[in-house]
């Protein structure tokens, strides 16, 4: 495995870092990512994906997402600094996995094919209620 930095697009100051670096396994001269990203819109963990780096910073700028995994992406924005212990056990009961950066209040939801929608909208209303954030950059549930 290794880290894949990809460079972002910064507007009005966010995202609040240049690049983000994602942890892939490569396969055939591709990748598969293997965890969820917090910036980059369109992959989800799991996608298999083909890029090339940059020829002088080495980072990725666009990529071409081959093979879907199924899994999608939440992003959540805690700027109130609610506790949210009670959220984290709800979500990953439900076998999400949710990975934050507290300095920035956010946070990535890994989303498996498999949820039961119906739950997960349920917990995501109640807390959006609560002041939490969410956004949907990669979302790949059917209802």
């Not at 910064?10 to 990512?33: A, F, H, K, M, S």
């Not at 963990?45 to 080495?58: E, L, R, T």
């Not at 700027?79 to 984290?88: E, G, H, P, V, Y």
Request: hydrophobic fraction near 40%.
């Amino acid at each position: 495995m290794e880290k894949i930095l990809f460079g972002l697009d910064i507007e009005n100051d966010w995202p609040p870092v240049e690049t983000e670096g994602v942890w892939c396994e490569r396969l055939d001269g591709n990748y598969r990512l293997e965890n969820t990203p917090f910036f980059i819109e369109g992959l989800a963990f799991g996608d298999i994906f083909s890029a090339v780096p940059d020829v002088v910073n080495g980072q990725i700028f666009e990529f071409d997402v081959i093979e879907e995994s199924g899994h999608s992406v939440v992003w959540m924005l805690n700027n109130d600094r609610l506790d949210i212990t009670k959220f984290s056990e709800e979500i990953e009961s439900l076998n999400c996995r949710i990975e934050g950066l507290p300095n920035f209040s956010h946070y990535s939801i890994d989303v498996p094919p498999t949820i039961n929608l119906e739950a997960f909208d349920m917990i995501i209303s109640h807390w959006e209620a609560q002041g939490l954030h969410f956004a949907y950059p990669t979302w790949r549930i059917e209802e």
